[in-house]
């Protein structure tokens, strides 16, 4: 064989190898550890700040993110979510999809939840989104999550 038919088998056989690496890589992995907090007042950052506390799996800095109308609600119904319960958080990963301002004082934030899961032929990984609509209302405190429904599965 001629030196050009070694450069083009060499280049094709890297080709494969990094395809390899970035099939075998599990996307989520981490996302904890990656995400920081934001800690802006907008209705986008107390979604992100939300989530991340979700990640990290802080039940407390996670609940005041709620409005009080949600947190008293949950309170009385005892039906916080118990974050054990998600035992893989790393596994997801969050997008702001988009932020509708509706006045000075409500706001509803759209958010994709991309879910990975490994598995399947030659262990390739399986990826499914939930999106969700949340409405946020501002509190004297500043922006606050006033759905009742939990965006972290």
Known sequence: MDRFSWIVIGV???????AVGVA???????AAAQEVYLEQDTPDG????????????DVQRMK???????QESFEKEQRWP????????????????SVEMQ??????????IDNYAPGG???????????????LVKEDTGWKIDSENFYFY
Not at 24 to 30: D, I, N, Q, S, V
Not at 64 to 70: D, N, P
């Open 12 to 18: 094709v056989g890297l080709l494969l190898l990094a």
């Open 24 to 30: 075998t890589l599990r996307p989520g992995a981490g």
């Open 46 to 57: 107390v979604v992100h700040d939300a989530f991340v506390a979700f990640l990290r799996k």
């Open 64 to 70: 005041g993110y709620f409005s009080q109308r949600v």
């Open 82 to 97: 118990n974050i054990d319960y998600y035992p893989e958080t790393g596994s997801r990963r969050m997008r702001i999809e």
């Open 103 to 112: 006045g000075e004082d409500r706001a509803t934030v759209t958010v994709g």
């Open 121 to 135: 032929l030659f262990a390739s990984s399986n990826v499914w989104t939930n999106r969700q609509t949340l409405l």
